[in-house]
């Protein structure tokens, strides 16, 4: 599928009710469909609602039966699938299938299910994803030791645990995530243009390349977001109108125009574009084996046993790290190899000025900030390292 431009938002709109358009738009008598897979059996069920309510108020000024939007849900009964339908002037959701509540949302199995139901809906709609749950990027730091070493062929199997942190059960409050590379396996490829993951730490290299197949355009958030997650009032006009940009910077400026400011992190990407970073990656890490001091990099976790570095500035220590001060031209290039290919990639990407740490957050510096997070590797044989060396993103820049 491709983002079109330069074409006037008519097949969703109602016409006595048409607020200005933030973007290029689909053709005329095209079908949209945006499907919102919630993770909400947890502790952000009640957020799952207040971001429902303020997904029925956009959805007023739409056409329902050309403007689709559906929410995959837990409920006291059953898991079910739903979609905004009108009443009246009025919007509610309406069951379109309910799911047995014995597999877990966090499964491949249901993730696959439901994309599969939502899709064979609406074949012929433009369709976008959205995640929304707990994220803690490619690995779950509670969940997985950094340092316990993965002895013998027969180990037990490692679940780093990526996103979703739903309970195990209606009286079992134990937090179960499903895995990256599992769950971008669960995305079928080439069906959707928008993949947004509304969650935490989900906007790093890894998990960005993991998903390379799954869309045109993704857009997460390097470090966490607050539990309120977007303003669906002001987001969803803008992934109708096909402008995910404006949709970033709705949400940036809903947490910084506040009276007291909260902290925000979110970056666009174009994924036509992510090859190219792997290729200057692969590049740069064939420079050699000095890895840099992480002292001084921009690290947006506060899970001190898993950082996440600033990619950009990761990777320009990495460069300097490796090509001696002699060879001055040859370490100018590269800098601007990398920067372009970054540049062509994250196509949007704001930051405010400090990040969650608690009680003072610590400064986001412009200067280094990519919009991207990444892993400092080190080639060991902990049980954290060999699940890295699984990721594609692994193969492609430093596999053999």
Known sequence: MVIMSGLVLTA??????????????????VGQMVLIYAVNHNNLSGDLKKNERDMLEAMKVYDVDKCKLLVYKYTASNPGLYEVA??????????????????LSVTAERVSQVIEDAVSFYPDFNKDLFFWGHGSGWVNPNKYSPTKVVTGAGSKRVTPQSFGGEYAGDTDYTSVYINIDELAAAVPDNVFDILWFDCCYMSSIEVAYQFRNKCNIYVGYPTEIMADGLPYAKVLPTVFSRNPKAGADELYKYYTEKSSPEPVTVAVM?????EDVADV???????????????????????????????????????????????????????VELQNALND????KKASEVDFNYPTG???????????????????????????????????????
């Open 12 to 29: 969703c709109r109602d016409h006595n009710d048409e607020p200005e358009l933030l973007g290029p738009a689909l053709p005329e008598g």
């Open 86 to 103: 009108s009443n009246g002037a009025d919007r509610e959701f309406r069951l379109i299938k309910e799911y047995d509540k014995s597999m």
């Open 270 to 274: 174009d994924m036509g574009k992510i």
């Open 281 to 335: 990656a692969k590049g740069i890490y064939a420079l050699g084996e000095n890895r840099p001091s992480v002292v001084g990099l921009q690290d947006y976790s506060r899970y001190r046993n898993a950082p996440y570095y600033d990619f950009g500035q990761y990777m320009r220590s990495y460069i300097n790290m490796n090509v001696s001060e002699e060879d001055a031209g040859f370490k100018d290039s590269k800098m």
């Open 345 to 348: 990639f994250v196509i949007y």
């Open 362 to 400: 610590n400064p986001i510096l412009p200067e280094n900030y990519s919009g991207l997070s990444t892993h400092n590797y080190l080639g060991l044989n902990t049980e954290r390292e060999v699940f890295y060396r699984k990721l594609d993103w692994f193969h492609a820049t430093r596999g053999n």
